[in-house]
Nanobody, 126 residues
Framework: QVELVESGGGLVQAGGSLRLSCAAS????????MGWFRQAPGKEREFVAS????????SYADSVKGRFTISRDNAKNTVYLQMNSLKPEDTAVYYC???????????????????WGQGTQVTVSS
């Protein structure tokens, strides 16, 4: 069965960095786009970043562009989110997700993702 397991969250001061990892299993990872989303308390889940199945194309939300970097290692079945210059408004539960359909186009809509991890908490203190 498909499984996505995030790790790497934690508490960090504003301006600091964290790297999130998402280990995937149960499907042919290199055939699927992967994304990161986040949900802050009292807010809707929002798109953060995505990576094309081939790893050649990435997309970012405007709020994280220039600070976050998504990458993938198809040999390790893992997708990463490097987060630099963190701000208190980045505080949220971060989820990785698999885009529905192999060899698909990118998407920022959570409805287009069919499997989700359990999430990892990121807290940025001011």
């Amino acid at each position: 069965q498909v499984e996505l397991v995030e790790s790497g969250g934690g508490l960090v001061q504003a301006g600091g960095s964290l790297r999130l990892s998402c280990a995937a299993s149960g499907f042919t990872f290199r055939h699927y786009n992967m994304g990161w989303f986040r949900q802050a308390p009292g807010k809707e889940r929002e798109f953060v970043a995505s990576t094309h199945w081939g790893g050649t194309t990435t997309s970012y939300a405007d709020s994280v562009k220039g600070r976050f970097t998504i990458s993938r290692d198809n040999a390790k079945n893992t997708v990463y989110l490097q987060m630099n210059s963190l701000k208190p408004e980045d505080t949220a539960v971060y989820y990785c997700a698999r885009k529905r359909g192999s060899y698909a186009s990118s998407s920022y809509r959570d409805l287009d993702y069919d499997y989700w991890g359990q999430g990892t908490q990121v807290t940025v203190s001011s």
